[in-house]
């Protein structure tokens, strides 16, 4: 046996201000706890970790600056945090925005998957983006004067609707785009490159290069600094003959952006991050290993931040090196279990992190990909791995325990903490009695992905059949209704749902409804609640209370949830997905 320990966090070294400002595996069981009444009126979202990696972030000379998440995350600069923005009640399932820009006066336009959306400093209003292409870069002289680049194509923005432009020659891939006062430039593969000044049409530039340019900054009129593949790295002129030069790149085999606020302070970003000074680069950082960094940017003061992959969230520069925020998740949340006394663990990747009150007291790495996680108390609480580890927590530390068997867990459920049990691989059938966990057999090698019961049932789910625990075995039956898509604790209820219909377990059966028709063909994932009539939906549309008549969306952060986990307690509602956020009453 093996023991690996709780890290205890310290201070959150990065400026995220956590108040208010996926993967096709069957869904996990959601917790049992009983749901607190809450009006879902009065609930307000909090950030409480982040899982999402920063793809774009963008600020004007004054301060103001957004920052986009991979998989929907909007934070917003307010010059001393980054807080995660509440979206407003009744607007559209949020997209992947993918660019953002900046006017002087604060405002931000956002780009997504046929969608562009502003915010004017105070409310939002949301629109269509023509092409069902992935726009990758946006630039302005004003909110009625703003380009995008998208795959071949360039688009104007006059303040009412986006128009494709008319370019010169054949399409290429574009992929990026910078301006400085009445011109615009955008760049493409085989060194294509483009310029427009104000009044004329677009014409097209030699820099004497058919290297595939990836990103370009315009610190001047006259000056463009582009980068390539390979670590091509040149200056071109925008007046007159281009004069292209090419100049020593950075030590970055995959550089990405390229920006700065003048051209002796110029950064290029890819594996690592690279500070020019006109006359050559120097490494930003002591960290060797690749930071895959995506988004960088530098508040007036001169306070670096970084969005990156594989690391989760905002990195600030310290003066020396790469500082990652402690908060972040190393993964999208797998299990979500609530202590009901105001705990909360969740499983992210390699980590679990355990909440107290609402804020992050101990996270620990145990070196594998961790799956489900429950407890019987806030001092025993049970977590698998999907490569077939057991773990337990004492309340101060988490020790890889013993198993017979071999196989993944995929869901763990227990009367009390003297009967237990797991399910998952057909070897990975387990009880334990208290003292140790022992084999059980049962009559199908199928994957059971989630397991939940009361005093007189218990039940587990796979894909294409049901456990149900009879006299202390295991017997097989099929889905009640065919495709299920979860079974969840609701209350005293143990409950399965289709796209149709939900299921209610019996000591001998299943008593079908039908899904209300206000839940009907929405894309829900999770539900948790007491009753059909008392209970939250997530899903892809955000989560929504459902009073058996009617459901109201909760206010939402910009999160775009997959297959979210659900739980509630006294402490409020538990959102689990790529971030987890926590609903609570003023």
Known sequence: MRARILISLPLLLLPLNLGCGGDDSPTAPTDDTPVVAFDPAT???????????????????????????????????????????????????????????????????????????????????????????????????????????????????????????TLPDGGVQMTGLAGFGDIVVAVGSDGRVLQKTVGERWVSLDIDTTI??????????????????????????????????????????????????????????????????????????????????????????????????????LMEFDGVDWQADPRSLPGQVKGMWSDGEGGVFATAGTSIVHFLDGELVQRADLGVTLQSVWGSSPTSVWASSNTGELFHYDGQQWTEIARPGSGVIGSIWGRSATEIYAVGHAEATLRFDGAAWSPMARPTDDFFSSIAGREDLVIAWGRDSILRLVDGEWATEPPPGGLLLGLLQMGDEVVAYSPLQFFIAGPAGWEALPVPGVLFNRSFFSYVGNALD????????????????????????????????????????WLGGRNIVRYVEP
Do not use: C
């Open 43 to 165: 609930l307000t979202p909090e950030l409480v970790a982040v899982g999402e990696a920063i793809m774009s972030i963008a600020g004007n000379d004054s301060g103001a600056a957004w920052a986009l998440g991979s998989n929907g995350l909007v934070l917003r600069w307010n010059g001393a945090t980054w807080e995660p923005v509440v979206m407003p009640m009744g607007a559209p399932p949020l997209p992947r925005y993918r660019a953002v820009w900046v006017d002087g006066d604060g405002a931000a336009y956002f780009l997504g998957d046929r969608s562009f959306a502003i915010h004017d400093g105070k409310t939002w209003t949301f629109q269509e983006f023509p092409s069902i292409n992935r726009p990758v870069a946006m630039w302005g002289r004003a909110g009625d004067d703003i380009y995008a680049v998208e795959n071949s194509r360039i688009f104007h923005y006059d303040g009412k609707s986006w128009e494709a432009e």
């Open 212 to 313: 595939d340019l990836v990103a370009i900054h315009k610190p001047d009129r006259a000056s463009n600094y582009v980068i390539g593949k390979d670590g091509y790295f040149a200056r071109f002129s925008s007046l007159g003959s281009p004069d292209p030069k090419t100049l020593p790149g950075p030590n970055d085999a995959a550089p990405l952006r390229i920006t700065g606020s003048d051209p002796k302070r110029m950064y290029v970003v890819g594996d690592f991050v690279n500070r020019f000074n006109g006359d050559d680069f120097r490494q930003v950082g002591t960290d060797t290993n690749p930071l895959g960094v995506k988004a960088i940017w530098e508040s007036p003061d001169g306070a670096l931040y970084i969005g990156s992959v594989p690391n989760w969230g």
């Open 534 to 573: 008392d209970m939250f939906a997530t899903g892809f549309g955000g989560t929504e209370y459902f009073d058996g008549t009617s459901a109201r969306p909760l206010p939402m952060l910009s999160v775009r949830e997959m297959t979210a986990r659900i739980v509630t307690g006294e402490h409020g509602v």
